[in-house]
């Protein structure tokens, strides 16, 4: 009778090799299969889990060599330094390492608040309402919406990428209107603007860098988007215009438009072609009265962004009338005095007797409602002084008005445009919706006469339009079946369509 064979009695030692060898393979044998029942004992017990996560609608993925991999990564294994950082840390940035304690042009901003009339307390804000902050070499310019804070003295407030307040304040002044020019701080990602230090100040806007060569040639600013009258194919005109002319991005100043003109506008922004600058702050004002805080912001958000700015309406088109500059840019690129920083464009009048239409029904009714294929009916030129509008070097410019600057860092302040060279053409409708003397101002520079646009532009422009607005509004539809094979993909609900035709059928 032999004891457990797993010990290791005397009783081993006195049996002979050929015994002793028996027993050493019978151990094994024994062992290789617990090991082999251990295994798939595990893998069936697996498989089952597996199949009953499943039936409870719940995917599993064998990944065991995948784990084990993880697992065993090696703890010395770097990190990409792109992620070398902890939620305490703000990540290097390279521009934003430089600190200066003073601002340029400091002692002309000076002087011009002292020379230049002073401008009457506009609105009624109480705070400075910060719009955007755009960062350059040597300063931080930062816009505001208020513009009653002329020259009143302020304190920059700067903050790093988790919005900690950084403690070196910058002293300041709003000037121009609605500007306050700060200096720069290592780390600033966020500035604020206060009165006092030792107030709390309103929220924080992100700093935009501005600081290699500008990535355009010629940007357009759109004024600002509002009022009743549908927009989509006055935008899409306005934007295909000015590309065909030669600009490469346009800032689109919105205080409101409809849902079906925002679709449009949102698709402009998905391909690159805008960006959308809302216009709303914490204290009232008519939708009308946006302007001059629209105008000094294009300027200052076009500084080192664009070679040249154009700063219109949505109802102008300036118009290049000698056969020499095809487009604005050809003519641009044609202007090697430094000295001319504002081109200043004459303005000629367009009747514009009704609405533009507020949806897109088909090509015809949108080729016949173009506002240069129903409206050509155009004055006299105004006089120079009579609403033009600009085209700017902006980065010169000191201080920006709706027709012209007011001051200017180098050049002439502006260089008059002959309409010959090019005018603004400007759809004017006749229904006064704000100002009621718009009608009588245009119909002063009688007589009319027809003048159609370009036929290059018009034929180029026509195609334009309808691509865009068809690939916005004319959505490919598919009949309701198909449309409820889909639907019941989703839970077995119903197509709104097909419930309305089963409710008919019975």
């Known amino acids: 009778m ?3 064979p797993f010990c290791r009695f005397s009783i081993f030692r006195r049996v002979q090799p050929l015994v002793q060898n028996t027993f050493h393979l019978l151990f094994a044998f024994i062992l290789i ?5 251990c295994y798939f004992s595990a893998s069936n017990e697996n498989n089952e889990t597996i199949k009953q996560g499943r039936d409870a609608g719940h995917y599993f993925t064998h990944t065991t060599e995948f784990n084990k991999n993880i697992h065993n990564a090696p703890l010395s294994l770097r990190e990409n330094t792109l992620f070398a ?9 390279e521009w934003n390492q430089i600190r200066t304690d003073s601002i340029p042009n400091a002692n002309r901003h000076a002087d011009w608040a002292i020379q230049i009339k002073k401008p009457s307390k506009y609105l009624y804000h109480t705070s400075f309402a910060l719009l955007a902050a755009f960062a350059h070499r ?46 720069r701080r290592p780390g600033a990602e966020y500035i604020s603007i206060s009165e006092k230090l030792n107030e709390t100040p309103e929220y924080s806007v992100p700093i935009v860098p501005r600081l290699n060569k500008p990535p355009h040639y010629f940007t357009v600013c759109m004024a600002t988007l509002y009022g009743d009258e549908p927009k989509f194919l006055q935008i899409v005109d306005f934007i295909e215009y000015y590309k065909l002319q030669g600009a490469t991005f346009f800032h689109i100043y919105l ?22 600058i809302k216009m709303h702050d914490h204290f009232w004002r008519d939708d009308f009265m946006w302007h001059n805080a629209q105008i000094n912001d294009c300027h200052h958000r076009s500084k080192f962004f664009s070679k040249w700015t154009a700063l219109i309406d949505i109802d102008e088109r300036i118009e290049m009338r000698d056969e020499k500059y095809k487009t604005i840019v050809n003519y641009l690129d044609t202007i090697k005095n430094l000295q001319i920083v504002n081109l200043h464009f004459k303005v ?6 009704n609405n533009t239409p ?13 506002n240069f294929h ?3 009916n155009i004055s006299q030129v105004g006089a120079l002084w009579d609403q033009p509008k600009c085209i700017i070097r902006p980065e010169k410019i000191a201080i920006m008005t709706i027709h012209v600057p007011k001051a200017v860092y180098s050049g002439e302040q502006f260089t008059p445009v002959s309409e010959k060279i090019g005018v603004v053409r400007h759809y004017r409708n006749v229904k006064e919706r704000v100002f009621s003397n718009a009608l009588q101002r245009m119909m002063s520079h009688a007589p009319f006469k027809i003048i159609p646009i370009s036929k290059w532009i018009d034929e180029n422009l026509t195609k334009q339009i309808i691509n865009r607005v068809k690939w916005v509004y004319d959505v490919i539809d598919v009949t309701c079946e198909e449309k409820q094979k889909i639907y019941k993909k989703h839970g077995g609900i119903s197509a709104p369509c097909w419930i309305e035709e089963k409710a008919m059928k019975d």
């Open 33 to 37: 299969i617990f090991l082999v029942t």
């Open 255 to 276: 205080r409101n438009v409809s849902n079906y003109d925002r679709v449009l506008l949102d698709d402009y922004v998905r391909t690159g072609d805008i960006e959308i």
């Open 138 to 183: 040597d300063q931080i310019i930062v816009t505001l919406t208020s513009e009653n804070q002329f020259n009143k003295t302020v304190y920059c407030r700067y903050y790093d990428c988790h919005r900690k307040e950084i403690f070196y304040h910058f002293e300041s002044k709003v000037f121009p209107q609605s500007t306050v020019f700060c200096a």
């Open 374 to 376: 129903k409206y050509q």
């Open 85 to 93: 950082f902890n939620s305490s840390n703000c990540p290097y940035k």
């Open 348 to 353: 000629q009048w367009v009747i514009k007797q």
């Open 2 to 4: 032999f004891r457990d």
């Open 358 to 370: 507020a949806t897109y029904v088909n090509d015809k009714q949108i080729i016949d409602e173009m």
